[in-house]
């Protein structure tokens, strides 16, 4: 068969359903061989958007979604997306096109080492110089992106190679069951558990899969210890649990660091150094037990003082079986934490625009609890983090970890995709939300219902709060927005303004309600940043004592 045919075959083969992307001229052959197959194209107006929503469908499935380019121009844009999925530990394909290698007459035209620019960015890149190879290389990208620790993975696709007549045939996926934990660390880690006094939980990225939440959640449940989550493990354990203290929205100072400071052992499950750090621990006071599925990238601010490197989801059933929760342990003042992170989070004053409190109190009531709430980059991702509670997993999609602008909307178009049933929101700021704006196109092409509440402050405002934070005069981070309705409807989509301090959950009930996709333009107060985030952070004072 054709060698573009075989690819197609072989992606099918690893269990692909979609693929998102920007063809060129150099790609014709592997798309014509994709017309013909189960798989799904999704053309998206930018490249970067393609592989954020390949991304997000790897982050949400465990299986590698794929994204496609042509040489170039087009790979280039793929660049962003593509350190997206490498730090945020999602399984990320991308399959780039090239000109011929064997004979080419069009000199150097469009043409650089894309290879060796994915190389920093991801778990494998590399060119096809035979049809014959595609079999074990689809097969080994496949299993590189999707094993632990998850990540991108880039194959080049020449177009003389994806003609090529060949005589191959895919690859089964192999069976894969990651080891069990070492019986003596197990009873090593039981034994520092039940001799702590004050031991707490945090619940990091690397919890987010599949077999986790059940065995997490049962060890929870026996030993009632209480416990944190990270931006990116938020929703692994329901936070309705009465075990529940908080998120973690910034790394130091806030009061959710008052439980963090107080515990004298901190077991931390999944923990990614590639995430910005929840906390830092005083390692001379405090105990630190790293369960993860590899052992863990020391630095400064985490130094484990044991290792349980195993599947994760195993090694919490093994530690459920061995452990005897203990008369001596002294949970009560995380229990206050909680309730002062709580107080925190009430709602202001109705007050027009916005703050940002009332934004995401608005939304958790207004939100389903299995809806998903897909994050931009700004300054309201700390507030979500610190006052939105998450009750299903998957429910909140932060990227804490390469924190990269523009990616809220693709990946909420990822995520209605794969659950279309489901109510899905991108809370995007003025200045992220345009950087991929044009994939409202996208979304009512696929016909989506998506709401986008577009966070409205003229400006970079997590800039703008680091800014004010130095005491520095405001400069360079202003601009001008488009009339946000008439934007929305010149997509054929439907736009809502909010005007008065009732409207916003107003608007989002009707839009949650509605087909298409729907744009709430939302004015927002920034003016609490610099107190709340700064301030009183700076001033060391815990308002538990």
Not at 282 to 304: C, M, R, W
Request: hydrophobic share 40%; net charge neutral.
């Amino acid at each position: 068969m054709k060698a573009s045919d075989l690819f197609i075959k072989c992606l099918e083969n690893e269990g692909v359903t979609t693929i998102f992307g920007v063809p060129g001229e150099e790609n014709l052959d592997f798309l014509e061989s994709l017309r013909t197959s189960s798989i799904r194209f999704v053309v998206t107006r930018h490249e970067q958007s393609a592989a954020f929503m390949a991304a997000t469908h790897g982050r949400l499935t465990g299986r590698a979604g794929v994204a496609l380019s042509t040489l170039g121009p087009g790979a280039t844009n793929l660049v962003t997306g593509v350190a997206f999925a490498q730090l945020g530990g999602m399984p990320l394909i991308v399959i780039t096109g090239q000109k011929p290698i064997k004979n080419s007459k069009q000199g150097r035209f469009q043409i650089i080492d894309v290879v060796d620019m994915m190389r920093p960015l991801t778990k494998m890149t590399e060119r096809i110089t035979s049809g014959g190879r595609i079999p074990s290389l689809v097969r080994e990208a496949f299993r590189l992106a999707e094993e632990e620790r998850p990540g991108a993975v880039h194959l080049e696709l020449p177009e003389d190679i994806a003609m090529e007549d060949v005589d191959r045939a895919p690859l089964p996926r192999t069976i894969l069951r990651r080891p069990g934990p070492d019986p003596k660390a197990l009873d090593a880690a039981c034994a520092m558990i039940q001799s702590a006094h004050r031991p707490l939980i945090i619940i990091a990225n690397g919890a987010n899969r599949k077999r986790v939440r059940k065995h997490l959640a049962a060890f929870i449940e026996k030993t009632k210890i209480p416990f944190v989550s990270t931006q990116m493990g938020k929703g692994v354990i329901d936070e309705r649990s009465p075990y529940a203290v908080g998120t973690t929205a910034v790394s130091e100072g806030d009061t959710i660091h008052c439980a963090i400071d107080a515990a004298d052992l901190v077991m931390v499950i999944g923990h990614d150094v590639m995430e910005k750090p929840p906390a830092f621990l005083d390692y001379a006071k405090q105990s630190l037990l790293h369960i993860n599925f590899y052992s863990a990238h020391t630095d400064d601010v985490y130094i484990p003082t044991m290792e349980v490197v195993a599947d994760i989801a195993h090694t919490l059933w093994a530690l459920s079986e061995r452990i005897v929760p203990q008369a001596h342990w002294d949970t009560s003042y995380f229990f206050q934490v909680r309730q002062a992170v709580r107080q925190k989070g009430e709602p202001d004053a109705p007050s027009f625009p916005i703050k940002p409190r009332a934004l995401v109190w608005a939304l958790r009531r207004t939100m389903p609890d299995d809806g998903i709430l897909s994050l931009d980059n700004g300054m309201y991702k700390l507030w979500v983090a610190r006052h939105y509670p998450a009750y299903e997993h998957h429910t909140v999609l932060v990227d804490n970890a390469f924190a990269t602008m523009g990616a809220g909307l693709p990946n909420a178009i990822a995520a209605k995709l794969l659950y279309p049933d489901r109510a899905v929101v991108a809370l995007c700021g003025d200045g992220g939300f345009m950087m991929n704006s044009q994939e409202i196109e996208t979304a009512m092409r696929l016909g989506l219902d998506i709401v986008i509440i577009i966070v409205n402050d003229g400006g970079f405002g997590m800039i703008q709060w680091k800014q004010d934070a130095h005491h520095m005069p405001s400069f360079g981070l202003k601009f001008s927005n488009p009339d946000f309705i008439r934007y929305a409807e010149s997509y054929g989509a439907r736009g809502y303004r909010v005007t008065q301090s009732d409207d916003l959950e107003r608007h989002l009930l009707r839009a949650l309600g509605q087909k298409g996709v729907t744009i709430i333009d939302c004015p927002v107060d920034y003016s609490e940043n610099v107190r709340v985030f700064t301030n009183e952070i700076a001033s060391g004072k815990c308002p538990v004592p």
